[in-house]
């Protein structure tokens, strides 16, 4: 192509080159004729758009699978090349900060994790800090960036401003999308404007990152409960995100589970955060550290066993709540649930055979995460290539002829 090229024309090339690149990024590295076919377009409309691409830099052809076809020939498959853009997901945890750098295809190039106490200190200079580590990741680096996501466990409104967060009072009311920008304007390369923010709740991201890179075939409804400091539940179903009208969907931390247990900083009592939350459990069990969990595990104490198992049962008692109000055929747990899991399942499955109504047709699936602590981050990540990949040309108009 080249030269002028009419508006509707455009517009339709914008179209296919996401449907292109979003069917790459679903399938892997495949062959011109076989995406003609998947996309329902011609193959010399694929091969243009293919050679754009590779221009570009954002495709390469890949080695075939099959030895014989020689590499260029129609057979060849083309994926995504490795000067492709990047995006960065970054998580600011109660008590620490990871972030990940991301190929197109979700693939975790290089992470970072320091601990960091986000309950004191200028929250300010604590997204600085986490704009540091994404910093760090990028050196050396010459991808173009695609943007940034954050996972905060908090609710989370327009412009990544923070409605409320129990365990992260200070950053109430930040706009922290627009915080952002503002630290990152010198990443923003040859596309000025084109850097995308995403700001979302840390186990909302989590249940996307579960969904889109936890190995977990045909999980397509479920949700994740994670425990750190507070607890969090993310809620999918048929393959999307349920976050509610506000945001604050999946609060499960803040489902009473006894109205006149102790104070929470919700300003509620008898949450469930004060019952499971990992201060919680960390001071019930005589503990300083997360660290030490695996040692007290291990150690076979009953009193060890007694605090995890009344853990197990109020976790099972809010779960089942939750699983009854949305009907979701499986629980994956994340965070502190997944290292305790072996002590935490039988009494948790106990509970939801109990108490889910749905369980007499169709028994609670219980699941560990795949991806250790890493949830939350990649899914921050993938939320942003999901935008780039909704409209790759905003990120490179110059993947377009001119007009
Ligand atoms: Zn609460």
Redesign the pocket.
């Known amino acids: 192509m080249g030269g002028r090229a009419p508006a509707r024309q455009r517009s339709i090339r914008r179209h296919n080159l996401a449907l292109l690149l979003t069917e790459i990024e679903r399938s892997g590295p495949i062959s011109r004729a076989e995406l003609a076919r998947r996309i329902g377009l011609t193959k010399a409309t694929v091969s243009s758009m293919v050679e754009a691409l590779r221009g570009a830099g954002l495709l390469e052809e890949k080695v075939p699978p099959l030895s014989g076809v020689a590499r260029g020939r129609p057979g060849s498959p083309v994926g995504f090349s490795v000067q492709a853009p990047v995006a960065i997901g970054i998580e600011i945890a109660v008590d620490y900060v990871s972030a990940c750098l991301v190929d197109l295809d979700g693939t975790v190039r290089r992470s970072v994790r320091h601990a960091q106490d986000h309950r004191r200190g200028d929250p300010a200079q604590h997204l600085a800090r986490a704009v540091e580590c994404a910093r760090g990741l990028l050196a050396n680096a010459p991808n173009r960036l695609v943007g940034l996501g954050v996972a905060i466990p908090g609710v989370i409104g327009d412009r990544g401003r923070v409605r409320a967060a129990?365990n992260l009072p200070a950053f109430v009311g930040h706009e922290l999308a627009v915080e952002l920008n503002e630290l990152v304007t010198d990443l923003v390369t040859s596309a000025p404007g084109a850097l995308c923010i995403e700001v979302g709740n840390e186990a909302n991201l989590a249940a996307l990152g579960e969904l889109w890179y936890g190995g977990h075939d045909d999980l397509r409804d479920f949700v994740l409960v994670s425990g750190e400091i507070g607890v969090g539940a993310g809620v999918v179903a048929g393959g999307r995100l349920f976050a509610g009208a506000g945001g604050a969907a999946g609060e499960l931390?803040?489902v009473t589970v006894d109205p006149s247990g102790p104070p929470?900083?919700?300003?509620?009592s008898g949450?469930l955060?004060?019952y499971v939350g990992q201060d919680v459990l960390l001071s019930r069990l005589g503990l300083d550290r997360r660290e030490q969990l695996a040692d007290a595990l291990c150690s076979g104490e009953p009193a060890v066993g007694k605090v995890l198992e009344e853990a197990a049962h109020a976790l099972g008692v809010a779960t089942a709540a939750l699983l009854n109000v949305v009907d979701v055929p499986a629980v994956v747990l994340g965070g502190l649930y997944a290292e305790l899991a072996p002590a935490l399942e039988a009494v948790l499955r106990a509970e939801l055979e109990r108490r889910v109504v749905a369980h007499v047709w169709r028994p609670t699936e219980v699941v560990v995460t795949n991806l250790g602590a890493t949830a939350a981050m990649r899914g921050a990540a993938g939320v942003v290539l999901q935008r780039f990949f909704a409209d790759p040309v905003a990120f490179i108009p110059a993947l377009l002829p001119a007009e």
Not at 264 to 268: E, I, L, V
């Open positions: 129990p931390g803040h929470c900083a919700c300003g509620s949450c955060e004060r």
